[in-house]
């Protein structure tokens, strides 16, 4: 026994000494450890900027859409094929995106390789311009879209391995905000760099030209996604890290199971948002034909909706944490957007006036209505329901976005404009029927926090019950360990859900970052 011991003393000795090897030099500086801040900082701007350039890229038409009709000769229901298209692979990637970066590439290649995607894609849609190709640039939004959504993915997962814990919340909330960023840049720069190059060319070439020069951010992003694999790399080598592995992955089958409220919950997450994507990709010549801006001004206009949601959907998601009152939330918001849609429409009070209500109500809906699929779906099923609900809305914007234009070439604004409120309306009816359904099975969509927070123990405390029953009842074969360990709360939604879609995560995870995770979902 002795000598075992001497052994193990050895081992152990042996293996301090390595892990205090691996941290002189270079590694042992706050720079190069990756435990320090300067280094875990330094990662959380390489994941802001992973994500960067496809969200400076996908609204690059929207911030150029008279000059894409001049230039290539389109019609707004050609122009919108550029937004529908890169939509359809979100249909169906949103849900596998995270499968295939942790069951086939894993996280670092296939973040590499989605951002690579997202280069050939822009690319493409930049030469398409060069040679009068519609059709080509068709074809770079679609492979544009399948590398944009499984980024966002593989955002979110890098937050999850880095930042475990109460930083977690920060981290979530600083990568929505620089999303919102990088698509108010764009509407704030194209105008000009348009008009810089058109001083050297004209036509589709300066399309083209301007679309090349856009396609820059895409490769900073890459670069940095690059650089963070192989700090991550390097983390997971001196940290001795090592993923759990939960082997979760999308049932679709649960659908079955999903209950009435949380198909309402989907309509309304489509009928609402089909009313504020398609908007701002069409929104640019509708502010210079009905209120006379310029280009430039134009594009200021439409872009404060991204502009305010930076600013105020942390806020606003603050707020629900405390008060509760899912339904009332998305009530109001949706009565907020319906009026900024009228003003638009039949006034012509100053358009900042209009859209920097947009933006409030677009902030207050997202901090509203994902949590809610939390509520009326069991925990093991919220992966497929994230997933479906992502897909329908995608599904959504691909049909409706075509709609939009068919009906801007037939009858003008105003009648997109009309299109929107109906739209908003079908949201606002949809709610209401959500609380008279919800009011009838039990009223927790539009509890208050502290209600909610009863009814989560009291729930908490029926499944304990119901597992004592079964340990009684010798009914164990299909129920592991960790199944009787994992809590079933709202809070750990995000966990759950990036789990599904191929983040990894440990089943403890903290409480106290069930408020900006829900947020983040969108």
């Known amino acids: 026994m002795d000598d075992i011991s001497r052994v193990d003393s050895v081992n152990a000795t042996t293996s301090q000494d390595d892990s205090e090897e691996e941290q002189q030099g270079c590694g042992g500086s706050s720079c190069c450890n990756p435990k320090s801040c300067v280094y875990r900082f330094f990662g959380l701007v390489l994941m802001c900027l992973l994500g960067f350039g496809s969200y400076f890229c996908y609204d690059n038409p929207a911030a150029l859409q008279d000059n894409f009709i001049k230039d290539l000769g389109l019609s707004t229901s050609q122009f919108v094929y550029l937004y529908s298209w890169y939509s359809w692979p979100s249909v169906v990637l949103c849900i596998v995106g995270g499968f295939l970066m942790d069951r086939v590439f894993g996280i670092r290649l296939g973040t590499v390789i989605f951002a690579l995607l997202v280069v050939v894609g822009v690319l493409v849609v930049a030469l398409g311009a060069i040679l009068d190709k519609f059709w080509l640039m068709v074809a770079g939004r679609f492979i544009f879209g399948i590398g944009g959504e499984s980024l966002a993915v593989a955002q979110n997962t890098y937050a999850v391995l880095w930042f475990k814990g109460k930083e977690l919340n920060m981290v979530f909330g600083l990568q929505m905000s620089f999303a919102r960023v990088g698509s108010t840049v764009n509407f704030s720069v194209m105008e000009p760099l348009y008009t810089w190059v058109s001083s050297y060319y004209d036509g589709y070439t300066c399309t083209g030209v301007v679309l090349f020069l856009a396609s820059i951010t895409t490769i900073v992003s890459l670069l940095s996604t690059i650089i963070l694999a192989w700090m991550d790399r390097r983390a997971e080598r001196l940290l001795k890290r090592r993923d759990n592995q939960s082997g979760e992955v999308v049932r679709i089958t649960d659908i079955k199971d999903f209950p009435l409220s949380f198909w309402l919950i989907a309509l309304v997450c489509v009928a609402y948002y089909v009313a504020i994507f398609p908007f701002i990709a069409l929104g640019k010549v509708f502010f210079i034909r009905k209120f006379g801006l310029s280009p ?57 006036f209009g859209t920097a209500l947009m933006g409030l109500g677009y902030s207050m809906l997202a901090s509203g209505l994902w949590p809610m699929t939390s509520m009326v779906i069991p925990e093991h099923q919220l992966g497929t329901a994230y997933g479906v609900m992502q897909s329908v809305q995608n599904l959504g914007l691909a049909l409706i976005t075509l709609v939009c234009g068919i009906i801007v070439d037939e009858g003008g604004y105003l009648m997109l404009e009309i299109f929107f409120l109906a739209c908003l309306c079908v949201a606002l009816v949809t709610t209401v029927v959500i609380y008279l359904y919800d009011s009838n099975h039990g009223g927790v969509l539009n509890m208050s926090a502290a209600d909610r927070e009863v009814w989560e123990k009291n729930r908490l405390s029926a499944e304990d019950l119901e597992r004592e029953k079964l340990v009684a009842a010798g009914s164990m074969s299909d129920i592991t360990p960790q199944d009787l360990l994992q809590p079933h709360s709202d809070f750990h939604i995000r966990n759950r859900y990036l789990s599904r879609i191929g983040a990894n995560l440990p089943s403890n995870y903290n409480e106290n970052q069930k408020g900006l995770a829900y947020r983040a979902l969108r």
């Not at 959907?313 to 998305?330: A, E, H, M, Q, W």
């Not at 009565?335 to 009228?342: D, F, P, R, Y």
Request: net charge neutral; hydrophobic share 50%; proline share 4%.
């Open 296 to 352: 430039a001004q134009a594009n200021t206009v439409n872009s404060i909706v991204y502009t305010i949601s930076a600013v105020s959907s942390p806020l606003f998601g603050i707020i629900v944490d405390k008060l509760g009152r899912n339904l009332v939330c998305c009530f109001v918001s949706i009565l907020v957007t319906i009026g900024s849609h009228a003003l638009l429409a039949f006034t012509f009070v100053d358009p900042y």
